[in-house]
């Protein structure tokens, strides 16, 4: 459930936190945060912050989530891949605004759940699969746009291979629990381009799917 209220605090602190794309803050508004957060931190959906999922991950803060989408250009046409599926909300915010959107999730119990909520929504344009994203997914490649919800040292091959010329890549890149910047990767038929553009803090990227406790 969300207020009236609570939802028009939202929108502003996102304008406030330079999130002031019409179709961005549109999309944004769209989905219920609140379906993609558990327990007792549901109350908290429409506040301004990263919040702690299953399997010891986090749901990110939401103007982090405008300002990636922001960074990625996303269109209508657009193919879209997200490594790091979490609660999903990010990835319902993609499908908002892309043809299709394909999220990998290493986690089961977290790529379930996400499905669920893609169905409450009826978000028919996205795919959620479990495996490991530092693979890509070579059988949906080429993609327009590729988004990381989790740091990486460096920007992994596999997916840079993934990325069509002409498209973008955007991710958080650092060691864990240090500074991470979030980086654009601009691939061109000349090469990559590269632009940085603000500290964040995320999960790191693991390698392998989860093997989760009974
Ligand atoms: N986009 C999410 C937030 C993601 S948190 C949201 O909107 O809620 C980062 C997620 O990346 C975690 O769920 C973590 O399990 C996942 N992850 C980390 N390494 C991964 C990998 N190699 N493949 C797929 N998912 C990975």
Redo the contacts with the bound molecule.
């Keep these: 459930m969300v207020t009236p209220e609570q939802q028009m605090q939202f929108m502003l602190a996102l304008r406030n936190r330079g999130v002031t794309d019409t179709r961005i803050l549109k999309a944004m508004e769209s989905v219920p945060r609140h379906l993609?957060v558990q327990g007792h931190f549901q109350p908290r959906a429409y506040e301004d912050m990263a919040l702690p999922?299953r399997?010891g991950?986090?749901?990110?803060q939401p103007s982090v989530?405008g300002k990636m989408t922001l960074a990625l250009e996303v269109g209508p046409r657009h193919k879209v891949l997200?490594?790091?599926?979490?609660?999903?909300?990010?990835?319902a915010i993609l499908s908002r605004l892309a043809r299709r959107v394909y999220?990998?999730?290493?986690?089961r119990p977290?790529a379930r759940q996400a499905t669920r909520a893609f169905e409450a929504l009826k978000l028919v344009n996205v795919t959620v699969i479990t495996?490991?994203?530092?693979r890509g997914l070579p059988d949906q490649a080429p993609f327009d746009r590729i988004l990381l919800?989790?740091a990486a040292e460096d920007p992994p091959a596999n997916l840079l291979a993934q990325l069509r010329v002409g498209g973008i890549m955007v991710l958080p890149v650092g060691q864990t629990d240090t500074v991470q910047s979030l980086i654009k990767v601009e691939k061109t038929e000349n090469g990559l381009n590269y632009t940085e553009l603000e500290p964040v803090r995320?999960?790191?990227?693991?390698?392998?799917?989860?093997h989760e406790p009974l």
């Design positions: 993609f999922i399997c991950q986090t749901i990110s989530v997200e490594i790091g599926t979490g609660s999903g909300y990010q990835a999220t990998v999730e290493r986690h977290l495996g490991d994203g530092s919800t989790a995320f999960v790191p990227l693991v390698e392998g799917v989860a």
